[in-house]
């Protein structure tokens, strides 16, 4: 069973840091791209981050460049998204996300697999 | 970036009835769609991929269409347990953005 569970939110003020841990199982991590998504209160979805499966390559929204890093560590099976510079616009439940591989093979930027989702809360 | 506009914004239905929810990009995103459901308090799920592609475990009443750049999601037979927000979105070009979610409910 294909499980994801984010760990590591809470309060933080703005201008601090905080770093987001999604421990990964029940699938070949280093197989997948896999990605951030957060979700700011009764609000809609927004994705954060991307990471290649083998962590070559990142991608992020233009909101969270230079703030925010995701990476990957395959021997854990463990994904991170280290928060700096928090704002209060951070604020969201963040779900880390795996890419969906679909029958031919293919990566692609659906997402099959969510964890059950983190909150930060940036306040003073 | 590419704005995926959902409506209606809310939507009541009852048990059995069809229901057609639709999202508009702002711009051609070809068949990269997806769409996805989110029950209260719950992570959201994969529903259809590449616009008409059905996701593992998904019931056959979930389809998906497009017609240009309006995108159609479709419940044959409303369930209880399709309850929830659904939201589109388009995996197209960065950043993957979604609509902004419509909300079904029973009437």
């Known amino acids: 069973e294909v499980q994801l569970v984010e760990s590591g939110g809470g309060l933080v003020q703005p201008g601090r840091s905080m770093k987001l841990s999604c421990a990964a199982s029940?699938?070949?991590?280093?197989?997948?791209?896999m990605a951030w998504v957060c979700q700011a209160p009764k609000k809609g979805l927004e994705w954060v981050a991307t990471?290649?499966?083998?962590?070559?390559?990142?991608y992020y929204r233009d909101s969270v460049k230079g703030r925010f890093t995701i990476s990957r560590d395959n021997a854990k099976s463990t994904l991170y998204l280290q928060m700096d510079s928090l704002r209060s616009e951070d604020t969201a439940t963040y779900y880390c996300?795996?890419?969906?591989?679909?029958?031919?093979?293919?990566?692609?930027?659906?997402?099959?697999?969510w964890g059950q989702g983190v909150m930060v809360t940036v306040s003073s | 970036d590419i704005q995926m506009t959902q409506s209606p914004a809310s939507l009541s239905a009852s048990l059995e009835e069809i229901v057609t929810i639709t999202c508009q990009a702002s711009?051609?995103?070809?068949?990269?769609l997806a769409w996805y459901q989110q029950k209260p308090g719950k992570s959201p799920q994969l529903l259809i991929y590449?616009?008409?592609s059905l996701a593992d475990g998904v019931p056959s009443r979930f389809s998906g269409s497009r017609s240009g750049t309006q995108y159609s999601l479709k419940i044959s037979r409303l369930q209880v347990e399709d309850i929830g927000i659904y939201y589109c979105?388009?995996?197209?070009?960065?950043?993957?953005?979604f609509g902004g979610g419509t909300k079904l409910e029973l009437k």
């Open positions: 990471i290649s499966y083998d962590g070559s390559s990142t």
């Open positions: 711009q051609n995103i070809g068949n990269w």
């Open positions: 029940g699938f070949t991590f280093n197989n997948y791209d």
């Open positions: 590449g616009t008409t």
């Open positions: 979105q388009q995996a197209s070009s960065t950043p993957r953005t």
């Open positions: 996300a795996r890419h969906l591989i679909n029958y031919g093979g293919y990566r692609t930027d659906y997402f099959d697999y």
